[in-house]
């Protein structure tokens, strides 16, 4: 694979290998070159669960401190659009929503629900399930308080985040211009909610590892006692 010339001078003093605590971490990634453009910053972490078992699956939203710094496009299905629209929705509806997404239409990063729409909006459930974009009250997303819910979303930085089938998940966390402190609470942040939907009956290392990367830069490993409490 070829490695660009911003990416080599990145790792030039750098172990991919050494563990780093948190603050060193984030520190290292704003020493890192940076782009033409704000990067996004990601936590990933891999869990010591089964993902071959259903009582195993984690998810779960987290509400960062700070914000993701992502302008998120919501949609809202209701009956009462205005309201939504008002609140911040960028889209709102209910059947003609549901048609144009039958036709294709998915220019959307959350789907919100008034709890007496969602009988028809399960009927584009194998469209929306598949792309993590499916309205679950467990996620705030199926509401009859709109208002909440959008805000909650739009200003509130609430993230969804889902294992994969190798037991990782990858969290947003910030921008490579937020500053040092942001960056590590919100991170703090998606530790604490992924300590709380730890599922029962794990009794080895529940959180393996945990990376901190930027969009185009190389991966920082956390040392494991900043995770190693959960």
Request: charged share 30%; net charge neutral.
């Amino acid at each position: 694979m070829k490695i660009g010339k911003r990416y080599r001078n990145a790792l030039e003093g750098y172990n991919s290998s050494q563990n780093h605590s948190l603050n060193d971490a984030v520190e290292l990634l704003k020493k890192m070159p940076k782009t033409n453009f704000d990067e996004t910053v990601e936590l990933s972490i891999h869990l010591g669960v089964d993902s071959r078992q259903s009582d195993q699956m984690v998810r779960g939203v987290v509400d960062l401190p700070n914000g993701s710094g992502k302008k998120v496009r919501v949609i809202v299905f209701t009956d009462d659009p205005e309201t939504a629209l008002e609140a911040g929705a960028d889209y709102a509806g209910k059947d003609d929503m549901i048609k144009k997404i039958q036709e294709g239409w998915l220019e959307f990063d959350v789907a919100i629900s008034v709890p007496k729409a969602m009988k028809e909006v399960r009927t584009i459930a194998r469209i929306l399930g598949p792309r993590g974009l499916m309205p679950n009250p467990k996620s705030g997303t199926v509401s009859d308080d709109i208002e909440g819910a959008v805000k909650a979303i739009t200003q509130g930085g609430r993230v969804e985040y889902k294992m994969d089938k190798q037991a990782n998940i990858g969290v947003v966390v910030g921008k490579r211009s937020f500053s040092p402190e942001q960056l590590s609470e919100n991170i703090n942040s998606v530790f604490d909610s992924i300590g709380q939907v730890k599922p029962e009956g794990i009794k080895d290392k529940y959180i393996l590892s945990a990376t901190l990367s930027g969009t185009m830069s190389p991966g920082i490993k956390l040392e494991p006692a900043e995770y190693s409490k959960y």
